[in-house]
């Protein structure tokens, strides 16, 4: 029998096994369901389609500032509905009922609930000056046309010589949001690997399994199906991101950079991280026999992937430093910080390909050494197996 | 031993062959195993790891997924197909260990102290489907500490003692070529206590057994009884495999 098709057989199981667990699953939709929601939320929060600003007039008020309020109002980018409060209305009672945003009192005192806003207060001082301007000018004698040429307002255009910084924030807090997502999902999936090694073992089923495969089979297999469920949850959580990205685009907030080449990037890095990582969460699973005793083997990897994280934050503000420039391209570290480089636009392609194969290239090594590992300490019960003592062990 | 045919454990020396050749992975595979520590996934439906098994041994998923519900049902398990394994009782447990040792259908069946922790009905049944296994052609391979089902049993037997065998063959030849001879006396009365040199109580309930070397006074160990009580039975038997055992571990 080909041992490659062994090799499937023991990554479908895990997969499916895994995959159909009912905690796995609730985690899972719980997850995406967060993260759709997000997007929705973030617009409503923000507003979406913000509502009109109504401003109530009591008392005494120049002419045409009804008409004026809500033409300044469009002139700034609000929508401004004058309401006219009679004498006898509690004007601050409707404040704090919150049917109108502001109260203009006789023409000169400005009342808010709690908040005031600097912008509605922007437009009634200009609409006040406007009304009263327009009214002197009136009393000298002024055609309207000749009033209408003194409002004429001054346009100026803006420019700016750099490109809008949103963009950028927006492409650091995706870079920032991929790294997490990196970490998280290479330790969880990882931690799988090791759980799922530590059962075959305190189960006794390795020996069964054992009697119809090798332990690489076993070994390559595991990590191989594991690892096709975390893609499989990654691209969710992913697609779920992105949609929900594009809800929350309906409120003006820039999205840009939760686009599909990030997606893309943290896919393609997952692999390279999990598999390195993989193989050493075997490796010092193998070395336990039972669950209660696996925290303190998980040190090790944990060990080694939080600076690579932490260095992978420091990079989201920092791109180009030292450190994490030489950070990205060292094998066990480069799954989590060059795709924040790559997202801000600070590495090199020289600095990628460097990384990317130098991952794989270590990846490869620690397939040889979690094997190795693996072999020797899979068949043996009991107390914790040393790391060396599994590695000798192996070579008989 | 049995781990060696596995490759589980690497000889000091020496190899396995099966009908002449090396036993390689693809040979294993057509052998049946059941280690002596049981061992499936608890979570995992019985039918489903099953035929995970089958397959990785080799099988279809339709020669696969038959031979499990075949060998289910001869083991009593038919309708627990869907039952995940931590449902089962001990007793059923065992018989899915059994029923994946036997899914691919093996030429050669290796089972590691079959009959530990089973009750005498579970024995019975055991038995029955081993002897059945044996005449449909399949050699079965097993290590018990229980020997009088291993008389009961085998044809063949070894008897291993810190890793040497000391003692192999066909149980008939073996008992044939033994010098030592199987006493059994029955004295009315009190229990018969032998006052021999050389003679030694093995069993005393009802009647007395002693095992003695074939060249033993008879007349005097007939004389000894008769001295306690009227002696109602007096009759040579083969020794029992147990008495090989004593006689082969003894140093």
Redesign the interface.
């Known amino acids: 029998?080909n041992?490659w098709m062994?090799v499937w057989?023991?990554a479908k199981?895990e997969f499916t096994?895994r995959g159909r667990?009912k905690p796995f699953l609730v985690t899972m939709a719980l997850l995406a369901v967060v993260i759709l929601a997000v997007g929705p939320i973030t617009n409503a929060l923000s507003g979406g389609e913000p509502d009109a600003t109504t401003v109530g007039l009591v008392g005494d008020q120049p002419g045409g500032i009804k008409d004026e309020l809500v033409l300044q109002g469009m002139l700034l980018g609000i929508e401004i509905e004058v309401e006219t409060i009679a004498e006898t209305d509690d004007f601050s009672q409707m404040l704090e009922d919150d049917d109108v945003d502001a109260v203009l009192v006789d023409g000169e005192e400005l009342v808010f609930y709690d908040n005031d806003s600097t912008r509605v207060t922007a437009i009634v001082q200009r609409s006040l000056d406007v009304v009263n301007t327009r009214a002197v000018l009136d009393d000298l004698g002024l055609s309207d046309d000749e009033i209408a040429s003194v409002e004429e307002p001054s346009t100026v255009t803006v420019t700016t010589i750099e490109e809008s910084g949103t963009e950028d924030e927006a492409r650091k807090a995706a870079a920032f949001f991929g790294a997490i997502i990196l970490y998280i999902a290479i330790i969880m999936f990882g931690q799988f690997v090791a759980m799922g090694t530590v059962e075959?073992k305190q189960?006794?089923?390795?020996?069964?399994?054992?009697?119809?495969?090798?332990s690489w089979q076993v070994l390559v297999g595991k990590v191989a199906g594991i690892g096709l469920l975390g893609l499989v949850q990654l691209t969710i959580i992913a697609g779920a991101a992105y949609i929900s990205a594009q809800l929350a685009d309906l409120a003006d907030i820039d999205v840009s950079g939760i686009g599909l080449p990030i997606i893309a990037s943290v896919l393609f890095w997952f692999v390279l991280g999990y598999t390195f990582y993989a193989f050493l969460y075997a490796a010092v699973g193998s070395t336990v026999s039972r669950q209660e005793d696996l925290q303190g083997a998980l040190m090790l990897p944990i060990a080694l992937i939080l600076p690579g994280y932490l260095l992978a934050i420091a990079a989201v503000e920092n791109a180009d430093a030292v450190v994490p420039r030489v950070a990205s391209l060292l094998p066990m570290w480069a799954p989590f910080v060059m795709p924040v480089r790559i997202a801000s636009g600070s590495a090199q392609a020289w600095e990628v390909a460097v990384a990317v194969i130098g991952s794989a290239a270590g990846a490869l090594v620690l397939v040889w050494i979690g094997s190795r590992v693996y072999r020797g300490a899979l068949?043996r019960?009991g107390t914790k197996v040393k790391l060396k003592d599994a590695w000798k062990a192996a070579a008989? | 031993m049995m781990r060696v045919i596995f490759d589980l454990v690497h000889p000091d020396r020496g190899e396995v062959t099966w009908n002449g050749a090396p036993v390689d992975a693809e040979a294993r595979l057509g052998f049946g195993y059941m280690p002596e520590e049981r061992g499936l996934y608890p979570k995992m439906k019985v039918g489903d790891q099953l035929v995970h098994f089958a397959r990785l041994s080799g099988l279809s998923r339709a020669e696969a997924t038959e031979a499990v519900h075949h060998w289910l049902g001869v083991l009593g398990l038919g309708d627990r197909v869907d039952a995940r394994l931590e449902e089962l009782s001990h007793g059923n447990q065992q018989r899915a260990q059994l029923a994946a040792a036997l899914a691919p259908n093996p030429t050669l069946l290796v089972l590691d102290e079959p009959f530990a922790g089973l009750d005498p009905i579970g024995v019975d049944s055991l038995s029955d489907t081993l002897r059945d296994l044996a005449s449909a052609g399949v050699t079965i391979v097993f290590s018990s500490h229980q020997l009088d089902l291993v008389e009961d049993v085998c044809e063949d037997v070894a008897i291993i003692v810190e890793g040497r065998v000391v003692l192999a063959g066909r149980l008939a030849d073996i008992k044939a070529a033994s010098t030592s001879r199987r006493l059994s006396i029955t004295v009315d009365g009190a229990p018969w206590v032998p006052d021999l040199p050389g003679v030694e109580i093995i069993e005393n309930q009802s009647d007395a057994h002693c095992v003695v070397p074939d060249d033993a006074p008879v007349a005097e160990i007939l004389a000894s009884a008769q001295r306690q009580g009227t002696v109602t039975s007096f009759a040579f038997e083969p020794p029992h495999l147990t008495d090989l055992f004593r006689e082969a571990v003894r140093p």
Do not use: D
């Not at chain 1, 020996?207 to 495969?213: C, D, F, I, K």
């Open positions: 029998m041992p062994q057989l023991l199981r096994e667990s075959e189960n006794r089923v390795v020996e069964v399994v054992l009697s119809r495969v090798s068949l019960t008989e």
